[in-house]
């Protein structure tokens, strides 16, 4: 296990609230169930799924679609903590209400879920088995390897959304900033992860693996991952 790469088209998010359904967008391309936003956005509000988005409802979009999938979060729920979060603050307590119950019928709507933390290798693992992984990392911690060595550039022309993503590595001094990015390979000689980030423009991001493991771990993201097997 050196290196892996799985090939994903580039979608860029339309909004400040979109990553996780742009990369949801990029998956579904891929495997050639739409051929534009459409019918995904489309789908949203029979979902139940507004501008705010936990990674359940992308597990729910994705078993909307019939994609096969499986979820892991060290929380099956909403930590009542993070009320005291800036990033989670508006309207806590209906999304709290929302979101259990999304997770208290999870079984009965076909949606898979593991609770326990999952390590890097496993992840290094599964990507080699041909899955991608939706993953919601805390984007003050992440650090593209690719964007800074042109650092001002990206931040003229590619941050659209977030601008000011990449930070400094453990940049601590800011609150959490929940985003999610595709993982698509990964190589171990190099020590780097291989990823797609909706906020941006470039096709892709190379990031190291310890400010990558940093950035799902933080506090806020639950360690969300959701493996897709794009090779089914």
Known sequence: MA??????????QKFDWDCGIACI?????????IFDASALFGALPILGVTESVWTIDLANILRHFKIDCVFYTVTCGVDPGYQDETYYKDDFKAEQTRVNTLF???????????????????????????????????SNILTCNSCAKKYEQCQENNAIYLPTFPFSNNDRTKDYQGHYIVLCGYDTEAGVIFCKNP????????????????????????????FINMSK
């Open 3 to 12: 290196s892996k790469r799985t090939e994903l088209p580039h979608v860029v």
């Open 199 to 226: 906020s941006l423009e470039d096709v892709e991001c190379c990031v190291n693996i310890p400010s990558f493991d940093a950035a799902r771990k933080s506090y806020g993201t639950d360690e969300d991952i959701i």
């Open 104 to 138: 208290e019928k999870a079984t009965e709507m076909g949606i898979k879920i593991v609770k326990r933390s999952i390590t890097m290798a496993d992840i290094l693992t599964k990507l080699d088995e041909g899955n991608v992984a939706i993953v919601l990392v805390d």
């Open 25 to 33: 967008q990029m998956i579904l391309l891929q495997l050639g169930q």
